[in-house]
């Protein structure tokens, strides 16, 4: 954070990301010879070997092990592929810890404060609905943000300098 902040100040460019998200199944990726089929196709549309190097290629828990069990299998031929294990599976394993450590120190007050009670107080609680949880997460993190920066401001009487939030990126 620090030499991104450094750099956007001294006016540096930065690479351009050359990123693209594609949701590419229109049939469930439960088999090998399905999966093999998308990447043959991803292969030749991004031009793998030509104008890229390599395709990172991201799924759920078993078409991440579907797209391991292929790479070692047909080796060479898939060395362009970076298998990755989605984000949704992680942020679904790291929402019940974060609500066990978080709810009585503040996160039970926020959720009753935006409106939950009863029963679906109880399954944010415990992430019963994925989405349900993972949205009020992000709402909670981004509130409490604002409120750290109101703070701020209303302590020093002004906004913070980008000097200010470099300092306060290196402590």
């Known amino acids: 954070m620090k030499r991104y ?6 006016g540096q460019g930065f ?13 469930p990726a439960d088999n090998k010879d399905t999966i093999k089929t998308i990447l043959d196709e991803l292969h030749l549309k991004y ?3 030509t104008r890229r190097e390599f395709l990172l290629v991201v799924g759920d828990g078993k078409t991440y092990d579907l797209l391991l069990k292929l790479q070692r299998e047909y080796g060479d031929e898939l060395s362009w592929l970076v298998p ?20 009585d120190a ?12 009863g029963e679906a107080l109880s399954s944010l609680e415990h992430c019963s609905c994925f989405r349900k949880c993972h949205t009020f997460l992000l709402l909670a ?19 913070p300098t980008l000097e200010q939030l470099k300092a306060f990126a290196v402590q």
């Open 106 to 117: 503040g996160l039970k007050s926020m959720a009753q404060a935006m409106g939950f009670k």
């Open 141 to 159: 993190f981004e509130a409490i943000g604002q409120a750290m920066t109101q703070s701020y401001m209303k302590v020093h009487d002004e906004s």
């Open 47 to 49: 031009a793998v070997g």
């Open 84 to 103: 990755f294990p989605g984000d949704w599976h992680a942020a679904k394993a790291v929402q019940p810890i974060l609500m066990k450590v978080y709810w």
């Open 5 to 10: 902040l450094e750099d956007k100040a001294n």
């Open 15 to 27: 690479e351009k990301s050359s990123v693209t998200y594609l949701g590419v199944l229109d049939q």
